[in-house]
């Protein structure tokens, strides 16, 4: 197999094929994602920017943004390949880098905090891509039983004594696994991904939920012990939030488009 042979058959033709993840094109993808996020960081720490609610509010409103162009081309409203998986994550990772050093230039010049300038770039761009999607939303049957699936997790969390902030990204997860789960053994949706295809396809769609739980609350304790730095370990929290409220926000709204 020749180097360009390679290329296309693990990178490009999944993209054009729609035919999801494989174990190269994952790891590729993972070692991308811990460069940009290693390299995020740095820039936040040269910035001087502070990881708070402020600054997660904004960074979630250009997340569900590119969720929600995702969506309009898997369900066929705009099609183009630079809104697949994962270009369109690029193509957003690089908007909110422009955002916010648009946002940051803004705040020397008139005062206003950077956050409340990327904030508002993001609501007004999820408008237009957030009001295609719901026009074409057929049912809710699918949208109502992953949120059904939720609330005993939702109970538990609200009970046991644990931070606000893991409990919310707890909840981002399981809010994945509940809509990826409804997805799968309700309406015959396939798993793209490498990892959760295989715990799937060897046990059952509901092994998704008690591993996803299990390895996120993990994760997260492991954080909290050993991580010292409030902005780091607030910067891991957000990317691990991201990584399951970005897929499960797609879930839940293709469950309303299933027909």
Do not use: C
């Not at 183009?80 to 998986?85: I, K, N, R």
């Not at 949706?189 to 990892?195: S, Y």
């Not at 910067?235 to 027909?259: C, N, Q, V, W």
């Amino acid at each position: 197999m020749s180097f360009a042979d390679f290329i296309y058959q693990y990178y490009i033709q999944p993209i054009f094929l729609n035919q999801g993840y494989n174990f190269v094109n994952t790891l590729t993808y993972a070692f991308i994602v811990v460069i940009a996020a290693y390299l995020s960081f740095k820039f936040i720490e040269k910035s001087k920017i502070k990881i708070d609610r402020n600054f997660v509010v904004s960074i979630v409103t250009l997340v569900v943004f590119g969720t929600m162009v995702r969506l309009l081309e898997e369900y066929g409203i705009v099609v183009s390949y630079f809104l697949v998986t994962p270009l369109i994550w690029i193509e957003v990772f690089a908007l909110v880098f422009a955002l916010f050093l648009v946002s940051r230039l803004v705040e020397k010049r008139f005062k206003i905090p950077y956050y409340k300038t990327l904030t508002l770039a993001g609501i007004l761009l999820i408008i237009i891509p957030m009001t295609l999607v719901l026009s074409q939303i057929k049912q809710l049957k699918g949208m109502g039983i992953a949120l059904g699936l939720m609330i005993p997790f939702a109970v538990i969390l609200y009970l046991v004594k644990w931070k606000l902030g893991n409990k919310l990204v707890a909840m981002s997860h399981i809010f994945d696994a509940t809509a990826t789960f409804t997805a799968i053994q309700f309406f015959g949706f396939k798993e793209l991904h490498v990892v959760p295809r295989l715990l799937i396809g060897a046990f059952s769609p509901v092994s998704f939920i008690i591993i996803k739980v299990i390895v996120v609350v993990g994760v997260l304790l492991l954080i909290d012990r050993y991580s010292e730095d409030k902005n780091f370990n607030n910067f891991l929290k957000l990317i691990i939030a991201i990584i399951g409220f970005a897929p499960a926000i797609r879930d839940f709204f293709l469950l309303g488009l299933a027909s």
